[in-house]
């Protein structure tokens, strides 16, 4: 797994794909992130601004490949295995920019009230709940579901805000915790949200590599 980890990771930089994701993420943040404002409520910004950043980054990840290559890789790990190695490259890169973004937001922002530590935990867990939720809707936005790029491009935009409003969300709970923290200045780490994000993450995956290996 680890080869292909790599495998996948340095298609990734060398395309340079993930460059346009990275600038949406870092317009969002210049954009809804001020220095000196309520850290907690940065916090819940910049991990919703996440989700989508994490869908269109594994969705990236998803289709790099030209099919003879997406061939060769199949034959020689697994079709499933391929697949996974993707769905983790997608992810991975997605949290750890959030994570750069939660301590540099955690740096600049407001803390009276909201001691670094508690602030940065709650951000961190946070913003792994929104970019493991977006991981999942860029799973199921993409192949073997749908293979049609019109199609696929539009279940991500609609499965990213859906996934930030529908009451239930691992993404939405997250967000909801870090702002109301920010109007009660009490930190209260989303872990519920988190464990949630993780297992939908975890079943979404394990759903399309099993489609995977049926259906190509």
């Keep these: 797994m680890t080869a292909l980890l790599r495998y996948q990771s340095g298609l990734l930089l060398r395309s340079q794909r993930w460059l346009a994701p990275l600038l949406l993420y870092a317009a969002f943040i ?46 020689a790990a697994g079709r499933g295995r391929a697949h996974l190695a993707a769905l983790l490259t997608g992810a991975a890169w997605p949290v750890l920019v959030g994570t750069v973004a939660v301590l540099a937001v955690t740096a600049i922002g407001d803390r009276r009230g909201v001691t670094a530590l508690a602030a940065a ?20 936005a993409s192949r073997p579901f749908l293979r049609a790029p019109g199609w696929s491009l539009a279940a991500l935009v609609l499965g990213s805000l859906l996934a930030l409003v529908t009451t239930g969300s691992p993404a939405k709970h997250a967000m909801t915790a870090l702002v109301t923290g920010a109007r009660t200045a009490t930190a209260d780490p989303p872990w519920l ?18 489609s995977t290996a049926r259906l190509e």
């Design 30 to 75: 210049g954009v809804g992130v001020q220095a000196g404002e309520p850290v907690l409520g940065a916090l819940g910004f910049t991990a919703a601004a996440l989700l989508p950043v994490s869908a269109w980054t594994v969705r990236i990840c998803l289709t790099q490949e030209p099919p003879a290559a997406r061939g060769v890789v199949a034959a």
């Design 193 to 210: 949200a988190c464990g949630g994000a993780l297992l939908l993450a975890a079943a979404t995956a394990a759903l399309a590599c099993r």
């Design 121 to 140: 935990t709650a951000g961190l867990l946070g913003a792994l709940a929104c970019a493991l939720t977006g991981a999942a809707v860029g799973a199921l």
